[in-house]
T-cell receptor
Framework: GQNIDQPTEMTATEGAIVQINCTYQTSGFNGLFWYQQHAGEAPTFLSYNVLDGLEEKGRFSSFLSRSKGYSYLLLKELQMKDSASYLCAVTEGNYQLIWGAGTKLIIKP | IAGITQAPTSQILAAGRRMTLRCTQDMRHNAMYWYRQDLGLGLRLIHYSNTAGTTGKGEVPDGYSVSRANTDDFPLTLASAVPSQTSVYFC??????????????FGPGTRLTVL
């Protein structure tokens, strides 16, 4: 079956670093997306990984291990505006994405 | 450039009524999608369309129908609304056209309450 797991909620401190993990089990795999969703708003694209390794984009980085079915999103120098839900999604070789339930990140001053 | 627009923004509907949620994109994307998002469950695919003139069922299609008469529009219809269809509905689109990279762009959502 298809399954994507993320922690439900995480709390971190402004200025710190936080790592949000995502594990997946799917029948096929072509790539993994991370999206950010602020409360009451639409999801917006953060990153895409298809090969193993780390992709860095400013304060955000995303890592993928295909053999382990594992990814993480790393957020550095946390700001209050980073308080949001972070959604992991896997693409399986057609146009569709399989979505995790999302991780709600709470940033405290 | 608007991207994807949805209408209405929110709606309260009596059970048993028919309702169409509208979605329009101006990016000339081939593929379009309808999701519902419920607390704790994440995004669940209702219906999708890989290109104009074709549609397919997603994970939770029952009680919903779609059409794709042209590239830009992808309306979602609830023939006879029930309270379990209370949710936030997101329309999305992607370039499509092949396997792998499939970044989806989302509309602002429609908050629907069925009483």
């Amino acid at each position: 079956g298809q399954n994507i797991d993320q922690p439900t909620e995480m709390t971190a401190t402004e200025g710190a670093i936080v790592q949000i993990n995502c594990t997946y089990q799917t029948s096929g795999f072509n790539g993994l997306f991370w999206y950010q969703q602020h409360a009451g708003e639409a999801p917006t694209f953060l990153s895409y990984n298809v090969l193993d390794g780390l992709e860095e984009k400013g304060r955000f980085s995303s890592f993928l291990s295909r053999s382990k079915g594992y990814s993480y999103l790393l957020l550095k120098e946390l700001q209050m505006k980073d308080s949001a839900s972070y959604l992991c999604a896997v693409t399986e070789g057609n146009y569709q994405l399989i979505w995790g339930a999302g991780t709600k990140l709470i940033i405290k001053p | 450039i608007a991207g994807i627009t949805q209408a209405p923004t929110s709606q309260i509907l009596a059970a048993g009524r028919r309702m169409t949620l509208r979605c329009t994109q101006d990016m000339r994307h081939n593929a379009m999608y309808w999701y519902r998002q419920d607390l704790g469950l994440g995004l669940r695919l209702i219906h999708y369309s890989n290109t104009a003139g074709t549609t397919g069922k997603g994970e939770v299609p029952d009680g919903y129908s779609v059409s794709r008469a042209n590239t830009d529009d992808f309306p979602l219809t609830l023939a006879s609304a029930v309270p379990s269809q209370t949710s936030v509905y997101f329309c999305a689109s992607s370039e499509g056209g092949g396997e792998g990279y499939n970044e989806q762009f989302f509309g602002p959502g429609t908050r629907l309450t069925v009483l």
